[in-house]
């Protein structure tokens, strides 16, 4: 197996279990260079294994995975510098101060000196931490650690960046500011978004991979994800009184127009264009009490892709 020149991180059928715990099971994934890919998926899915397997931090039992070219069986040092990871809790030192941290794990990856305190100003910076640059981190509360903690992940100025919930539990404005961060990194750096947050993704993300159970169900970009659940948007419909079976069965074969359901007097009614709207509501004539529409979001399409696996 070799990388394709456009791909910095391919998986191939990645294997691990933890006891009786599948945690992956036949996983595929190529990351493309430049790219910045999230993965989604529920609690215990598979995605922090695999970002620790990518980072050479665990093995697999079985698979392949190449990074940049290199394999992770045969060049883990190599990989290790090239990646900057930012665990899903980083552990700090506590009796650091920012600063001191920062020069430590310079130091660790060989950033030459005479450039470290300057790389460490400017990610302080970036990271709006300059005022905190020599207070311990101790001092700090959680979106001043997560801040830190991206800090050191990006020491090195790494190719590839991975990110387990970089915004995990922080008030709206920290993980915006982070969020935006991460913009500022796009198409700069190949990186890796793990998130619950799914507008998260959807604002980011050039792809988007959903895991369930140790394996990807789907990847692509948000927008197509979108539009492969709902079309392009959904349509509910408050009636007045129950809807004649010939006039659903009118709306079922219209192209286009697909995961009908009638609950509680509402029709809901995914759409592949706004054109379709005038058609239904021709067929309901005057049995309509209310019309709204809105644009599938990617919680619907998570929602309803692992419904439909279980
Ligand atoms: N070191 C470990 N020892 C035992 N089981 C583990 C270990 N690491 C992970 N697992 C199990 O493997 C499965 C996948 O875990 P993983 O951490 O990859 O999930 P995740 O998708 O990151 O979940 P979350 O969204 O909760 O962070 C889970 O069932 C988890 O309990
Ligand atoms: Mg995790």
Redesign the pocket.
């Known amino acids: 197996m070799t990388t394709s020149p456009e791909n910095m991180i391919e998986i191939k059928s990645l294997y691990?279990k933890?006891?009786k715990?599948q945690?992956?099971n036949n996983l595929n994934l190529n990351i493309k260079k430049g790219e910045l890919l999230g993965i989604i998926?529920?609690?215990?899915?598979?995605?922090?294994?695999?970002i620790?397997i990518i980072s050479c931090i665990l093995h697999p039992d079985k698979g392949t995975v190449l990074v940049n070219n290199l394999n992770i069986k045969e060049k883990p040092i190599e990989i290790k510098s090239m990646i900057g990871y930012l665990p899903?809790e980083p552990n700090l030192y506590e009796r650091f101060t920012a600063y001191d941290l920062l020069k430590y794990f310079g130091e660790l990856y060989n950033v030459p000196s005479k450039t470290l305190d300057k790389r460490i100003d400017e990610l302080l910076e970036l990271v709006n931490m300059s005022d905190r640059k020599h207070d311990k981190i101790n001092t700090f509360s959680k979106g001043l650690r997560q801040r830190i903690g991206i800090a050191r992940s990006l020491i090195h100025d790494p190719e590839i960046i991975i990110f387990?919930?970089p915004t995990m539990g922080l008030d709206p404005a920290t993980a915006s500011s982070i969020r935006n961060f991460i913009l500022t990194l796009k198409g700069k750096k190949t990186i890796l978004l793990?998130t619950?947050y799914m507008e998260e993704a959807d604002l980011l993300c050039d792809r988007v991979a959903i895991?369930n159970h140790?394996e990807i169900l789907d990847i692509d970009t948000p927008k197509n994800l979108k539009s492969k659940i709902h079309g392009d948007l959904i349509l509910n419909i408050e009636l007045k009184k129950d809807v004649e079976t010939e006039k659903l069965n009118k709306i079922k074969n219209i192209d286009g127009a697909e995961n009908i359901e009638l609950m509680d007097n509402t029709l809901t009614v995914s759409l592949s264009s706004e054109d379709l709207i005038s058609k239904i509501i021709t067929i309901l004539d005057n049995n309509i009490k209310s019309v709204n529409t809105k644009k599938p979001t990617l919680n619907d399409v998570f929602i309803q892709r692992i419904k439909n696996e279980q």
């Open positions: 691990k933890f006891g715990i945690a992956l998926g529920h609690n215990g899915a598979g995605k922090t294994t695999t620790r899903e387990d919930e793990c619950h895991i140790g």
